[in-house]
């Protein structure tokens, strides 16, 4: 729990606005707003020129409408290139409404090069480790739900025309601001049975009316009916709002468990079929060193694994002890989020991105649906209708509700449309941004701090007779992530991690292979090239692999051993012929 504790301690003596409001800061950003995509792109930039020995803007592609997908990559050189270390990859706003996602992924970036030299915790894990990042994987949905009406669920999609409906024409029934606002409220519909009526505290609420008995037989009803969406039906088929633009989602395109579009909808074509994810999809495959992965979404307070189907829940069997250690670390910094799992806490999902990550690349990955609920009630449960007027009214000064309004409907007649803006849920406010974004970053460090760290124990030397000997290597790994998932490892995914001998003049090395525990007496070669050790396991987290090789040669002689990995830093060492077992040192 050393980590654990570093970490929080990082956040707890200064607040992160003090932070940003040091002098020796090197940029200005603030989270106390949500930026527009270009200013994502320009802020973006601007940081990396304030640090150009740590961060590289790098463009990966262009969105459908042109604008620019980009990666920031964060390494220290001086410790290395960024493809001999463990990685991280980080993303968000794959769904163009989850706007916080963006200005969680800036923060972290922001945070890391900020504090590198400053706070022990972030420099040690800096130099250590490298990380990609991905600010906004859906430039155009952002943009758009910026630019265009919309409701705090639309503009999830890329903006590629697509025919939802199927009814051969592209994007043509799209919502409609009919009162002005900005955004896609609800539209009310007089009825004489009605299952709502206006309040009469607050005529810009609609209570809703149980059709209960009077006491003169009648029933009681209310003389508004919900008439759904605010919007028309542009092209005269009896639905509204069904065909807007784009329409499909980026986060079922990718090949682990992609399904077409009768299935999963909005999957694409085929894997990859979006310029977005196809760029994203390029880059990583360019850094098997990969160790860990994390998607921020929105919204519900949730920290997900997959699988995203139950019949992949065998990929993540060998791992869910690595998955639950750090999620549960997770429940304990993000207060009101829950750990679950994708398919059976959540809904099924086919060709996820994090399911992607995990199940193809052997990446420990999760997602973080970000804000809750939770956490504007005083005991952190759900809040109460009360307690959400309280909210909206008294501590947001209404400024996510629009008044209802009265409008002519050409089809519906006299409607009423109002209600809650695109500001009205998903996001928190602006003054709970920076909280939600420090405490996400801090989960997300806590994962990257537990990618592996793998060192060379004790050697234990035996002589077994004259010029002959048995050593037995430990490699020993202190984090929760194995240098191979068991995913990896039953999968065949990427390189095996390897031990290379290298021997002086008149060493020999006769067999080789691993051993369960140092002190095993019992040791069966398993190599043909004894001078190479391929761990196909690789290194367990929190935990040692032993290799065993028997040398020949004079005693003195010194073998040189190299550890190397795709997902962990490699070693070089070296190892004595000289009795190092108490028992042989007592016969000298």
Same mark, same amino acid.
């Given at each position: ?71 920031? +990559?964060?390494? #220290?050189?001086?410790? =290395? ?18 706007? #916080? ?15 590198? *030299? ?25 943009? #758009? ?16 025309? %697509? ?16 009162? $002005? ?70 986060? &079922? ?9 009768? +299935? ?17 999809? &390029? ?22 694994? *997959? ?36 398919? !059976? ?17 052997? +990446?420990?990955?999760? %997602? ?19 307690? @959400? ?36 849920? &998903? ?16 989960? %997300? ?19 077994? $007779?004259?010029?002959?000997? /048995?050593?037995?290597? /430990? ?11 068991? @995913?990896?490892?039953?999968? @065949? ?11 002086? !003049? $008149?060493? /020999? ?11 095993? @007496? ?11 050790? +391929? ?5 367990? $987290? ?30 070089? =060492? ?15």
């Amino acid at each position: 729990m050393t980590s654990v504790l570093a970490l929080l301690a990082t956040a707890m003596p200064a607040s992160p606005a003090a932070a940003q409001d040091r002098p020796d800061s090197k940029s200005a950003l603030r989270f106390d707003h949500y930026r527009e995509f270009d200013t994502v792109v320009s802020e973006s930039k601007a940081l990396a020129a304030a640090h150009p020995n740590l961060l590289t803007y790098i463009e990966l592609g262009k969105s459908v409408e042109g604008r620019p997908m980009f990666a920031l +990559v964060l390494n #220290n050189p001086k410790t =290395g290139p960024d493809t001999d270390k463990p990685a991280m990859y980080i993303d968000g706003n794959i769904h163009g409404n989850e706007i #916080n996602a963006t200005e969680t992924v800036l923060y972290t970036v922001w945070y890391l090069v900020e504090n590198h *030299g400053k706070l022990e915790p972030i420099t040690r894990l800096v130099d250590r480790s490298a990380f990609y990042f991905v600010p906004c994987a859906n430039p155009d949905g952002r943009q #758009n739900w910026f630019d265009l009406q919309s409701s705090p669920h639309s503009s999830r999609t890329g903006y590629r025309p %697509t025919d939802d409906d199927r009814d051969g024409a592209l994007d043509e029934d799209g919502p409609d601001d009919l009162d $002005g606002d900005g955004s896609i409220g609800m539209m009310w519909r007089r009825d004489p049975n009605g299952t709502h009526r206006r309040s009469e505290l607050d005529p810009n609420e609609m209570e809703r009316v149980d059709p209960l008995p009077r006491a003169d037989g009648t029933i009681r009803r209310g003389d508004w009916s919900m008439a759904g969406m605010e919007g028309l039906d542009n092209d005269g088929d009896g639905q509204v709002n069904e065909d807007g633009p784009g329409g499909y989602d980026m986060n &079922r395109n990718w090949p682990a468990g992609w399904n077409p579009d009768h +299935v999963q909808g909005g999957a694409g074509d085929w894997p990859f079929s979006y310029p977005e994810t196809d760029a994203i999809g &390029r880059f990583i495959a360019t850094k098997p060193n990969l160790a860990a992965g994390q998607a921020y979404h929105n919204t519900g307070g949730m920290i997900l694994r *997959g699988p995203g189907v139950p019949q992949r829940e065998g990929a993540y069997a060998g791992d869910r002890g690595t998955y639950d250690a750090i999620a549960r670390t997770g429940e304990q910094m993000l207060p009101g989020y829950r750990s679950m799992v994708i398919h !059976s806490d959540l809904y099924p999902v086919h060709g996820g991105f994090v399911n992607w990550l995990a199940e193809s690349l052997g +990446v420990v990955s999760f %997602t973080n649906e970000l804000w809750t609920e939770k956490r504007i009630s005083q005991n952190g449960g759900d809040p109460s209708p009360q307690m @959400r007027d309280i909210w909206q009214d008294h501590v947001l000064f209404g400024q996510t509700k629009s008044p209802l309004k009265e409008v002519d409907h050409p089809t519906l007649g006299k409607v009423l449309v109002g209600g809650g803006t695109k500001w009205s849920s &998903r996001i928190p406010p602006a003054f709970m941004l920076e909280e939600e974004c420090h405490r996400n970053m801090a989960f %997300t460090l806590f994962h990257a701090n537990e990618m592996p760290r793998v060192s060379m124990g004790p050697s234990l030397v035996r002589r077994l $007779g004259d010029r002959l000997w /048995e050593v037995t290597i /430990e490699l020993r790994n202190d984090a929760l992530i194995p240098t191979r998932t068991a @995913r990896a490892a039953q999968s @065949r995914i990427g390189i095996a991690d390897r031990v290379a001998l290298t021997t002086p !003049s $008149g060493v /020999e090395i006769a067999a080789s292979g691993t051993v369960e525990r140092r002190y095993d @007496r019992t040791f069966t070669p398993e190599r043909e090239t004894p001078r190479v050790v +391929v761990l196909d396991e690789g290194v367990p $987290g929190r935990g040692s692999t032993f290799v065993r090789f028997l040398a020949s040669g004079p005693e003195g002689a010194e073998i040189a051993v190299a550890f190397t990995a795709e997902k962990a830093t490699d070693l070089k =060492g070296s190892v004595r012929l000289a009795a190092s077992d108490p028992a042989e040192q007592a016969k000298k």
